[in-house]
Nanobody, 120 residues
Framework: QVQLVESGGGLVQAGGSLRLSCVAS????????MGWYRQAPGKQRELVATITSGGAPKYGDSVGGRFTISRDNAKNTVYLQMNSLKFEDTAVYYCNADLILRDYMRRGAWGQGTQVTVSS
């Protein structure tokens, strides 16, 4: 009924840039916060960035100043611009959204993840 689909991951050299996108679709009435999390092999999933429906961003400690989160509410889409990528940014990046569905139920949703690999 609800789907989050990420795109934009891939292989990039250290110092390079990537832009991730995540589109939410389905029986959605509105979306509260949207965000990005990541999980590297052998590590716990961690916050990368979140953004409220009003556009206020919040960043994890490891990415501040290098990553920028934004969203297009009309397109139910959240973006993550990643600059000055480091080897330690290598991870699967997951999109997350706090949804209000058409039946007025609130639901959290996750995307399937997109791999970002930074070569040193």
């Amino acid at each position: 009924q609800v789907q989050l689909v990420e795109s934009g991951g891939g292989l990039v050299q250290a110092g390079g840039s990537l832009r991730l996108s995540c589109v939410a679709s389905g029986r959605i009435l509105s979306i509260n916060a949207m965000g990005w999390y990541r999980q590297a092999p052998g590590k716990q999933r961690e916050l990368v960035a979140t953004i409220t429906s009003g556009g206020a961003p919040k960043y994890g400690d490891s990415v501040g100043g290098r990553f920028t989160i934004s969203r297009d509410n009309a397109k139910n889409t959240v973006y993550l611009q990643m600059n000055s990528l480091k080897f330690e940014d290598t991870a699967v990046y997951y999109c997350n959204a706090d949804l209000i569905l058409r039946d007025y139920m609130r639901r959290g949703a996750w995307g399937q993840g997109t791999q970002v690999t930074v070569s040193s």
